[in-house]
């Protein structure tokens, strides 16, 4: 008999467990705040982007930053707040890159004029010598 009570005690306590678990889950995902001023750094990070010309430069990373913000938008809406914040994250990240991926092209660009103004330059130079 005190193999089956054993028994019996160890599963209730178990289930127990298991439910108080869940429980504390789900409160701590109703706890979660909406992630505003991520949003916002987000939203910011896009417009940045698209100031330092990414529209031109880098126009893959900056359609995956305003789709994931578009998603984090949804999100938000729909009240799933760690998706929401997750979603803005990468969003972030993603028109970062973008910022730098345009920023290096457009110094790169500017480079290759200087370079080239260089050598039509020395051109110039070299006919007037000849």
Do not use: W
Not at 19 to 29: E, I, K
Not at 78 to 89: C, G, I, N, T, V
Not at 93 to 107: G, I, P
């Amino acid at each position: 008999m005190k193999n089956l009570y054993g028994i019996r005690s160890s599963q209730m306590l178990r289930r127990i467990g298991i439910t108080a678990a869940a429980a504390m889950f789900v409160a701590g995902c109703a706890s979660t705040p909406a992630p505003t001023e991520q949003m916002a750094l987000s939203k910011a990070a896009i417009d940045n982007a698209n100031s330092a010309g990414s529209n031109e430069f880098a126009p893959l990373q900056l359609k995956s930053a305003t789709d994931k913000m578009t998603a984090a938008e949804r999100a938000m809406a729909d009240k799933d707040y760690m998706l929401a914040k997750q979603l803005a994250e990468q969003a972030q990240v993603d028109a970062q890159l973008a910022a730098e991926t345009a920023k290096s092209a457009k110094a790169k660009k500017a480079a290759d004029a200087v370079k080239e103004d260089s050598s039509v330059l020395r051109q110039e130079i070299n006919r007037k010598t000849d």
